[in-house]
């Protein structure tokens, strides 16, 4: 992408990465069939010609799959980091000497999300509010060029419903983190193995007979249970939610108070959305060697800076993404990965096959809004279920799988409540 004058050019750690970030990319690519054949679909129809498009997003191999289909289909792509410690340099510096997108990401940098909006962009895809956040905080001037966008994560789809509840949300946003497909994919499997996979190659820790405890249970919650329960582990689950803790019973997990659990964990890992999930009141009563771990996407689920305060040494790095607090009364808590969001800092995030459901669903929002959306009021608004279908189709076709259809009786039967038994 040829920059034009006095329009933002890629801020990026070390063009010299590129080689190994097309590798990377590529290998990628390989485990994403339906967004490569998405990115044949838009070359050819060119939804998206005309469209600036800003994008906050971990910089990953993933990612850079989304926004290869978003190019093809003639978008300019403006990518930010979504959060310093995720960003891949090489994939970063791949993208830029493609020109597939401008890039503003370093690995270990803040996140320099309103760069994008200098694209000042029609199109937005957010990962956890923060563009659309700065965008109607800061560069209020911009708003009214946004013809809408799409948040992937339950944070930032929580937030922008506070947004809408308040007038305050200019334009409309899908909520393509709620889809089925999405939540069973990446929030489920996705997150439940890369945020083992973190914790495993932060630590190289055993999990067979540990406790670990998993505060929240949502889908991100259970894939964690059910990952670590799956290589051994005895796994206390924490919740706040009766309904979420009676699926946790059900499936056979000890459903105990924080307080109750925490002094018996061995590894903790917080997925819950909130904030002080173990926060200063716990630090007493954790164990030696306790190992502690964010799956949420701010870290604030883990309270490090009391951490921080209690600790008489902090050790860093003592493998990487794993931090030693040592405590006056001689015990060692273990942070991982700064208590940011795991999987993606000690590991890669979702694997390609689970990304390209996610970014596929993505891309086919972004092509529905591109394609002009008028009656669509600003607010929050589901992933039209035509949409979540294809995503289905899509990825069953790419998986081998087939599933059968009704006949024209089983469909009068099922549509009609004459029909009796
Ligand atoms: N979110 C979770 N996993 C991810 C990945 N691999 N790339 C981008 N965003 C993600």
Redesign the pocket.
């Known amino acids: 992408m040829t920059a034009s004058p006095g329009e933002p050019v890629s801020d990026i750690a070390d063009p010299g990465l590129s080689e190994a970030g097309r590798a990377r990319i590529e290998w990628a690519q390989r485990g994403m069939p339906v967004l490569r054949l998405l990115a044949r679909r838009f070359g050819q129809a060119r939804p998206f010609t005309g469209c600036t498009l800003a994008a906050c997003?971990?910089v990953?191999?993933?990612?850079a799959g989304l926004v290869t289909a978003l190019r093809a289909g003639g978008a300019r792509v403006f990518l930010a980091a979504s959060n310093p410690l995720?960003t891949q340099d090489d994939v970063a510096a791949a993208l830029a000497a493609s020109g597939a997108a401008t890039v503003f990401a370093r690995a270990g940098v803040d996140p320099a999300g309103y760069r994008a909006l200098d694209s000042q962009p029609d199109l937005v895809v957010d990962?956890g509010g923060d563009l659309v956040n700065t965008l109607h905080a800061q560069r209020p001037e911009l708003l009214s060029g946004v013809r809408g966008g799409c948040e992937?994560t339950a944070t930032g789809v929580i937030r922008l419903r506070r947004m809408a509840e308040e007038g305050a949300l200019a334009f409309p946003m899908v909520a393509t983190d709620a889809t089925v497909t999405k939540q069973m994919f990446?929030n489920t499997r996705?997150?439940g193995q890369?945020v083992i996979d973190g914790v495993l190659r932060a630590t190289n820790t055993l999990l067979d007979g540990r406790v670990v405890v998993v505060a929240g249970y949502g889908a991100c919650g259970r894939g964690i249970a059910d990952a670590a329960r799956g290589l051994g582990a005895r796994v206390i689950v924490t919740e706040v939610d009766p309904v979420r803790a009676l699926d946790a019973v059900l499936a056979g997990f000890d459903v105990l108070p924080m307080a109750v659990a925490a002094p018996a964990g061995e590894v903790l890992i917080t997925a819950t959305g909130s904030r002080d999930v173990i926060g200063a009141e716990l630090l007493p009563v954790l164990r030696d060697g306790a190992i502690l771990a964010n799956a949420g996407h701010f870290d604030v689920e883990i309270d490090t800076r009391a951490l921080a305060a209690e600790a008489v040494k902090v050790t860093r790095e003592v493998r990487p993404h794993t931090d030693e607090y040592l405590l006056a009364d001689g015990r060692r808590l273990l942070l991982l990965a700064e208590g940011r969001v795991v999987?993606?800092v000690a590991a890669?995030?979702?694997?390609?096959q689970?990304?390209d459901v996610?970014f596929a669903g993505q891309a086919l929002v972004l092509g529905w809004l591109a394609a002009g959306q008028p009656g669509l009021d600003p607010g929050v608004h589901a992933v039209p279920p035509g949409i979540e279908e294809e995503i289905a189709r899509l990825t069953l076709e790419s998986l081998g799988a087939a599933i059968d259809e009704l006949t024209a009786a089983q469909r009068e039967y099922l549509n009609s409540w004459r029909a009796g038994r």
């Open positions: 997003l971990h990953t191999a993933e990612t995720s990962d992937s990446d996705g997150t890369s999987n993606l890669e995030g979702s694997p390609p689970v990304m996610s």
